[in-house]
C-alpha cells in the first residue's frame, strides 16, 4: 500500500488517540465527581439506603421516605457505573483505536466508518469508531465489495461496500494494514495464527470469519448447534457471541443471566479473559461436575474424569449397554411417566426430632394419597407441604402447656426473656408467657421446620431406585440387579455414579417442583459431545427459559468412544424437538498449522470435511524409542522446545501415567503437573492427561507413550486426533518400543520419523 495512505491513515489514528486521551481526562473528572456524590448521598441518609442497586429488588417496604432516598442512591450508584463502564471502554480503545475500515456508498452519499471494540463519538457527535457489533459493522464481516444487506432493528439496509481495509494497530502505531475484497483477508489472520499463544485465550474481533460471524450474531433461534472442528474457532466465536448479545441486549440482559458450561476447571480459566478484554464482565461459569455437585449435599458425583479413568481399566459390554440406555433422552421421559403415575407415592421418610418420630412415613404417605388422584406429583407434594406445616403450627400450639416448656419458662432469666420478647409488648402477662412459650417451642421444633421446608422427608435416591426395580432393563436381570445392588453400595459410600446424576435430580425436582431457575436467559455448552442426551435433557429443564448455545465436535469424543453411538447432531435435534433449532457447521480449522492439522485429520476414517488453513510449520515427528530409554532425549527434547516456544504441553493417556511422568521428569526440565483440581495454566511446560486438554491449546504439544499397546483400538482415533490438534506450532509424538498402529498406519508423507538408534545417539551420546 501507498506510504502516503499509510501516513494518512496513521495520522486519523493519532488524531483519535488524541480525541480518547481528552475524554478519557473529562470522563476520569466526572467520576471522580461522580464518586463524591453517591459517598454524600449515602452519608446523608446513612446505613440504611446504603445498598448495591442490584439488590435493590421487589422487597415491600413501607417507608416512602426511605424508599425515595434509596432510588436517589441507586441512581448516583448507577451513574457512577456507566461513568466507570465509559473509562473502561476509552482504555480498551487507547492502544487499539480500531482494526477496520469500511467505505460504503449509502443512498448516493460516501461514507467512511472505522470499527473497533467499542463506540467512540467525539463532541461534535461525530462516530469516531463504530462497536464491531454495530448492525453496521456485520458488513465488514459478512459483504464483499458489491451491494451488501445489513440488518437494522428497523429492517434491512442496503449499501454498496466499495473498500475495505483492515489494520494492525500496536500502542497507536499501525504494524500492519491493506486492502481486501473478501470477508476479512488471510494475511492478518496468518500474522495473528502464527502468533505464540498464552495461558489466556485472545479475542478474535479483528479477524472473524463469516461463518462465525453467523454463530455470534444469531438472536432468532432458541437452539444454536455448532459442530465444528477441532481449532474451528467453536469456543472463540461462542465468546465473542456473549459480548454481542451483551451489547444488543443492554436494558435486559446481564452476564449474570448467562452460563457457559467448560468441560473443566482449567479452560474456564483459559478463556476467563476473552469477555473483559472486550469491555464485557464474564458470564457465570461451572462445570458439569460442579452444577450437580452442588445440588447433592454429602454426595460426591462422580466426574466424567473418573468415570473415565475408572472405565480405562475395564468396561464390560453389559455396562455399556446400562449406560446407553440410562444417558437416552427417553429414560427421563419415563422418569416423567413415573414420578406422575396416578395413585404413586413417592419414598418418603419419617420425620424425626431428637431421635423420635415427629411426622411418620406413614401419615405423609397418608396425606400425599389423599391429594386428588389426577393431580401432578409435585402438587400433590406441595399440598403435602402445606399440610405438614399446618400441622406443625397445631403441634406448636398443643405443645405450649407441656411440661418441658413450662420448666423452661419457670427458669427464663428475665434477659433470656427480654432477647426473646424483641420489640414485642403486651398488654397482660398472660399473652407475654404465651408468647414466650410458643417462641420457646418454634425453636425447639425448628429441625422439623426445616426438614419439612427442605424436603427432607423425599428420599429421591430410595425412590430412584424403585423406579430401577420396575425398568425394561436392556440386559439380562441378574445383571441389573447386580447394578441396582451396586448403586445402593455407592449411595451407603456417599457416591452417585454420573449416569445417575441427572436422573435423580431430575425425579426429585418433579416430585419436589424444584430445581429450576427462570431467570437465566442463555446456556452455552462447550464439549456437547461429553455430554449424555439425558444430561443434555436435564439442562434444558433446570434452565426453562434459556436460549441455548451447544458446541463441540462430535470427533473429539474423548470420554465415550467407548461405548456411544455418535450421530449426536441427530438425536440432539430430537431432544430439543420443540425449539427452533439451527446447525452450524465449521469446517475450517485455524489453530494448528497445516502439516499438523493434515496429520490430524488423517487419523480419522472420515475426515473430507475439515479444511486446514494454509499456515506453514514442520511436519510433525514421530519418535520411537526402546520404553526403559525414553528420559534423556524427551528432557532434552523438553528443554529445547522450551527455548522457543510459550507453552509446552506433554500429554499422557491418563491421569496415572501424567503423574508418573511427572516424577521422572521434575528435577530435569521445569514441569509442572495438571490435575483436574488445578484452575490455572501455566506458561512453560506442563504435562497432563489428553482429556483434561480439552478446548486448550499449546505452542508445541509432546504426546507422550503413542505406542501399540496404548492406542490399539479403532475408537482411540478420536483421542489422538484430540490430541494432536491441541498443537499450534510443533507436534511430537513418542512411541514406546513400537508406535500406535493408528499412526503406523498413515501415510508416510504427513510426518517425519526418528527412530530408536537415532534418538537414543542424539540424546545420550554416552550410550
Ligand atoms: N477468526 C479467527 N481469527 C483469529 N484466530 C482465530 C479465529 N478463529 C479461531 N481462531 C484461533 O484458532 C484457535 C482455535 O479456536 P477455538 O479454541 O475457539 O476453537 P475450537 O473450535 O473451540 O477448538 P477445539 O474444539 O479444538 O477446542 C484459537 O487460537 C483461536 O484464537
Known amino acids: 500500500m501507498q506510504n502516503q495512505t499509510k501516513q494518512e491513515e496513521q495520522a486519523r489514528v493519532d488524531f483519535v488517540r488524541a480525541k480518547l486521551k481528552e475524554r478519557l481526562t473529562i470522563v476520569k473528572q466526572q467520576l471522580a465527581r461522580a464518586h463524591r456524590e453517591t459517598t454524600r448521598i449515602e452519608r446523608a441518609y446513612g ?32 451513574n457512577e457505573q456507566i ?12 492502544d487499539t483505536p480500531y482494526f477496520g475500515r469500511i467505505d460504503i456508498i449509502q443512498d448516493g452519499e460516501p461514507d467512511t466508518l472505522y470499527i473497533g471494540l467499542g463506540t467512540f463519538i467525539d463532541q461534535d457527535d461525530d462516530f469516531l469508531v463504530y462497536d464491531w457489533r454495530a448492525p453496521i459493522a456485520s458488513i465488514y464481516y459478512n459483504g464483499t465489495l458489491s451491494k451488501v444487506t445489513y440488518t437494522t432493528p428497523f429492517g434491512p439496509e442496503t449499501v454498496e461496500l466499495v473498500n475495505k481495509r483492515q489494520f494492525t494497530i500496536e500502542h497507536g502505531r499501525i504494524t500492519n494494514m491493506f486492502d481486501t475484497d473478501e470477508t476479512v483477508g488471510d494475511e492478518i489472520l496468518q500474522s495473528v495464527l502464527g502468533a505464540q499463544s498464552d495461558v489466556y485465550m485472545k479475542n478474535i474481533v479483528a479477524t472473524i470469519q463469516q461463518e462465525q460471524n453467523d454463530i455470534i450474531r444469531d438472536t432468532k433461534h432458541d437452539l444454536l448447534v455448532v459442530q465444528g472442528v477441532a481449532g474451528s474457532g467453536k469456543t472463540s466465536a461462542v465468546l465473542q457471541r456473549v459480548a454481542y448479545l451483551l451489547y444488543h441486549s443492554q436494558k435486559d440482559l446481564d452476564a449474570d443471566q448467562m452460563v457457559m458450561f467448560s468441560p473443566n476447571q482449567l479452560f474456564a480459566n483459559y478463556i476467563s479473559e476473552v469477555l473483559p478484554s472486550l469491555g464485557e464482565k464474564n458470564m457465570r461459569q461451572a462445570t458439569l461436575a460442579e452444577f450437580l455437585g452442588k445440588r447433592f449435599s454429602g454426595l460426591h458425583v462422580e466426574t466424567l474424569f473418573e468415570r473415565y479413568e475408572r472405565d480405562h481399566e475395564s468396561l464390560p459390554e453389559a455396562a455399556k449397554a446400562i449406560r446407553r440406555y440410562k444417558e437416552r433422552a427417553g429414560y427421563l421421559d419415563e422418569l416423567k411417566a413415573y414420578a406422575n403415575t396416578p395413585g404413586r407415592i413417592p419414598y418418603f421418610i419419617d420425620i424425626t426430632l431428637n431421635g423420635e418420630v415427629f411426622f411418620s412415613a406413614k401419615t405423609i404417605t397418608k396425606i400425599f394419597a389423599s391429594q386428588p388422584a389426577q393431580a401432578t406429583a409435585a402438587n400433590k407434594f406441595l399440598d403435602t407441604k402445606n399440610a405438614l406445616i399446618k400441622r406443625l403450627k397445631t403441634r406448636i400450639k398443643l405443645a405450649i402447656y407441656d411440661d418441658w416448656v413450662q420448666e423452661r419458662l419457670g427458669s427464663l432469666s428475665s434477659g433470656e426473656a427480654r432477647d426473646i420478647l424483641g420489640d414485642e409488648r403486651f398488654e397482660n402477662g398472660e399473652d407475654e408467657q404465651r408468647y414466650i412459650a410458643t417462641q420457646l417451642v418454634k425453636d425447639a421444633f425448628s429441625p422439623v421446620y426445616d426438614a419439612i421446608y427442605n424436603d427432607y422427608f423425599l428420599d429421591p435416591y430410595q425412590d430412584y431406585a424403585r423406579f430401577l426395580a420396575q425398568c425394561q432393563p436392556p440386559v439380562a436381570g441378574n445383571v441389573w440387579a447386580e447394578m441396582s445392588r451396586a448403586y445402593q453400595s455407592d449411595l451407603e459410600a456417599h457416591i452417585l455414579r454420573l449416569a445417575d446424576a441427572a436422573p435423580v435430580l431430575y425425579l426429585r425436582d418433579l416430585i419436589a417442583g424444584s430445581g429450576q431457575n427462570h431467570a437465566i436467559q442463555y446456556v452455552f455448552i462447550d464439549e456437547m459431545q461429553d455430554y449424555s442426551m439425558a444430561q443434555l435433557r436435564y439442562l434444558h429443564f433446570a434452565f426453562p427459559k434459556a436460549k441455548l448455545t451447544l458446541l463441540g465436535d462430535a470427533r473429539q469424543d474423548v470420554f465415550t468412544t467407548d461405548y456411544q453411538p455418535s450421530d449426536f447432531i441427530h438425536e440432539i435435534s430430537a431432544v430439543f424437538a420443540t425449539s427452533s433449532v439451527r446447525l452450524i457447521n465449521l469446517n475450517r480449522s485455524y489453530r494448528s498449522t497445516l502439516p499438523i492439522t493434515n496429520f490430524a485429520k488423517a487419523l480419522l476414517p472420515v475426515n473430507d470435511h475439515i479444511q486446514a488453513f494454509t499456515r506453514g510449520g514442520t511436519k510433525p515427528r514421530l519418535v520411537t524409542v526402546p520404553k526403559n530409554a525414553y528420559r534423556t532425549g524427551l528432557i532434552r527434547t523438553l528443554n529445547q522446545l522450551l527455548e522457543t516456544n510459550t507453552t509446552v504441553a506433554v500429554l499422557t493417556r491418563d491421569a496415572a501415567q501424567a503423574a508418573q511422568l511427572f516424577a521422572t521428569l521434575q528435577l530435569d526440565v521445569p514441569v509442572q503437573l495438571l490435575t483436574a483440581s488445578d484452575h490455572q495454566l501455566h506458561a512453560g511446560c506442563v504435562i497432563l492427561p489428553v482429556y483434561l486438554a480439552k478446548g486448550l491449546e499449546f505452542d508445541a504439544v509432546v504426546g507422550f507413550d503413542i505406542s501399540a499397546g496404548t492406542y490399539d483400538q479403532a475408537s482411540d482415533a478420536d483421542v489422538l486426533y484430540t490430541l494432536a490438534s491441541r498443537a499450534l506450532h510443533t507436534l511430537i509424538l513418542i512411541a514406546l518400543d513400537r508406535p500406535s498402529p493408528l499412526v503406523a498406519a498413515l501415510p508416510k508423507d504427513l510426518y517425519e520419523t526418528i527412530d530408536a538408534a537415532d534418538h537414543a545417539a542424539a540424546s545420550n551420546p554416552a550410550h
Open 83 to 94: 461513568l466507570e463502564k465509559e473509562q473502561q471502554r476509552l482504555h480498551l480503545l487507547q
Open 47 to 78: 446505613d440504611a439506603t446504603r445498598v448495591n442497586i442490584t439488590e435493590i429488588d421487589d422487597r415491600m417496604e413501607t417507608n416512602a421516605a426511605v424508599q425515595q432516598q434509596k432510588t436517589m442512591v441507586a441512581r448516583a450508584v448507577e
